[in-house]
């Protein structure tokens, strides 16, 4: 019996998926099932009670699954700790960060750290605010980027900075002359937004309600570049993280106009398992994103 064979088992018993768990070990679905079998046929009892409409783990599976947490934290405590001695910064880290963050925050701090560090493969996928949740807790990736994070018992939540939110609109609109603008001067104005299941959106929501404004979204997409595009072409105004728009307002493509009434921010966080062992790598990269924030 090998460790990868238990990590595939708890990889299975958290996700309830043979799709996921193969992808997370980066091997077949055939490939979990036969190591299933063999765990099966080494232990002489049934761990899974295979079901179409229904995953369990048997008494036995989930004896199983208890223990192998714990050898298996205790083998990649037992690496993690050797590597720290040798003083040896490699391996993969598996990122999953929503657009805004991973299009325009993220760059700058990979690019940096694979210059310090270049045996590490940092692997970046890009996802919605709540399949990067999903990701982080069924062991897809080893950490998650996300805006605005909440609070969950089985997640580490690590504050990295706060990004300014300005009002963006066409170059040619009257806001565009402004200095900055009012709450109240919003009234009326066609929005174009996020989706209004992504936590920006239910922040912003939030906000616009407080200072008296209903606003009347004429779109509403899933990421922020097509959200700024659709300003882009003067089909209405936004409100949306400064960073995302330092680009697009030195090519005079949009403008972004602070906001009067106060100081607002998307808090930008990393997220990663409880209890996960952090690699000397994951301890690095979190490093950076913290003291360079």
């Known amino acids: 019996m090998q460790i990868e064979s238990l990590k595939v088992f708890c990889d299975l018993a958290e996700t309830e998926s043979f799709t996921k768990a193969a992808q997370i070990n980066g091997v077949t679905q055939s490939a979990v099932s036969q190591q299933i079998s063999s765990l099966e046929r080494m232990f002489k009892s049934l761990l899974i009670e295979r079901s179409k409409k229904k995953f369990r783990l048997t008494r036995e599976g989930q004896m199983l699954y208890d223990f192998s947490k714990q050898i298996i934290q205790t083998y990649e405590s037992l690496h993690s700790k050797l590597q720290e001695l040798k003083d040896i910064i490699s391996g993969t880290i598996r990122v999953a960060t929503i657009y805004s963050i991973g299009l325009h925050d993220l760059p700058p701090y990979i690019k940096k750290f694979l210059k310090s560090y270049p045996t590490v493969n940092v692997h970046v996928e890009y996802r919605r605010a709540n399949q990067v949740y999903d990701d982080v807790l069924s062991n897809v990736v080893d950490m ?144 950076l994103l913290k003291d360079t924030a």
């Open 144 to 287: 998650g980027l996300i805006a605005y994070p909440v609070k969950d018992s089985k997640l580490e939540i690590v504050a990295l900075r706060k990004d300014p939110l300005v009002l963006i609109c066409h170059p040619q609109h009257p806001f565009a002359r402004q200095k900055s603008v009012r709450f109240k001067a919003l009234a009326g104005q066609k929005f174009i937004g996020f989706e209004p299941d992504i936590p920006t959106r239910k922040a912003l929501d939030k906000i616009l309600k407080e200072h008296g404004v209903d606003p009347k979204y004429a779109m509403e997409f899933d990421n922020i570049e097509t959200v700024k595009r659709a300003v882009e072409i003067d089909a209405g105004i936004s409100i949306v993280p400064q960073g995302t728009v330092i680009q697009d307002v030195a090519k005079q493509t949009l403008a972004a106009v602070p906001i009067e009434d106060g100081s607002f921010y998307r808090p930008i966080a990393a997220i990663y398992k409880k209890n996960k062992v952090l690699s000397p790598a994951m301890k690095q990269f979190l490093t």
